[in-house]
């Protein structure tokens, strides 16, 4: 099956700083979503981005699907944003969403 | 604007009771998908459902798990004889359907399981 792997594992960050999170997958695909759960267990939709780049205030992501990743961007930070961030593909031909292995975020005050 | 509906938000079972988790989609979702997370690790796909159809259950266990989405009413997934290695957080997601142009997953809250 597709792989999906994302890095880094953990990272911690002071409030207001900028981060990148990556996500590589290991097959074609027609659907790339990112998610945030924060730390009462919620899936919260950030981004469904199969090709290209969006923007939604601080964040934004781009994915370039001929080379197989997709990368999120986080600007100043806020302790908010802290929580796991999961990036989660489709591959062609299929319905279900393959997850990543996740980054968790700590960000302090 | 509901989104997807999930109850109960927690359960609590005995060892070899019977575990029922209810899912309602998004309104105009026909699709339904049920994901399992263990504690500590990713989201995994469990099964696919249209309305009265099971259309993809290559992550469902071989033995007493078991989803249906009716034609009326919400999507269950039922587990049956709990045991401990069932605590976890079952998440329920909608679309709209590809032949709708609905690439998109969106997910419930979640219920968290614990067996005792």
């Known amino acids: 099956g597709i792989q999906v792997e994302q890095s880094p594992p953990d990272l911690i960050l002071q409030e207001g700083a900028n981060s990148t999170l990556r996500c590589n997958f290991s097959d074609s695909v027609n659907n790339l979503q990112w998610f945030h759960q924060n730390p009462w267990g919620q899936l919260i939709n950030l981004f469904y981005?199969?090709?290209g780049t969006k923007q939604n205030g601080r964040l934004s992501a781009t994915t370039v699907a001929t080379e197989r990743y997709s990368l999120l961007y986080i600007s100043s930070s806020q302790t908010t944003d802290s929580g796991v961030y999961f990036c989660?593909?489709?591959?062609?031909?299929?319905?279900?969403?393959?997850f990543g292995t996740g980054t968790r975020l700590l960000v302090s005050p | 604007n509901a989104g997807v509906m999930q109850n109960p938000r927690h359960l609590v079972r005995r060892r070899g009771q019977e575990a029922r988790l209810r899912c309602s989609p998004m309104?105009?979702?026909?699709?339904v998908y049920w994901y399992r997370q263990l504690p500590e690790e990713g989201l995994k796909f469990m099964v696919y459902?249209?309305?009265?159809?099971?259309?993809?259950e290559s992550g469902m266990p071989k033995e007493r798990f078991s989803a249906e989405f009716p034609k009326e009413g919400p999507s269950i997934l039922r587990i049956q004889q709990v045991v401990r290695g069932d605590s976890a957080a079952y998440f329920c997601?909608?679309?709209?359907?590809?032949?709708?142009?609905?690439?998109?997953?969106?997910f419930g809250p979640g219920t968290r399981l614990t067996v005792l």
């Open positions: 997601a909608s679309s709209s359907g590809l032949e709708r142009g609905g690439h998109e997953q969106f």
């Open positions: 309104k105009g979702h026909s699709h």
């Open positions: 989660a593909v489709r591959k062609t031909g299929f319905q279900k969403l393959v």
């Open positions: 981005i199969p090709s």
């Open positions: 459902l249209q309305k009265e159809n099971i259309i993809d």
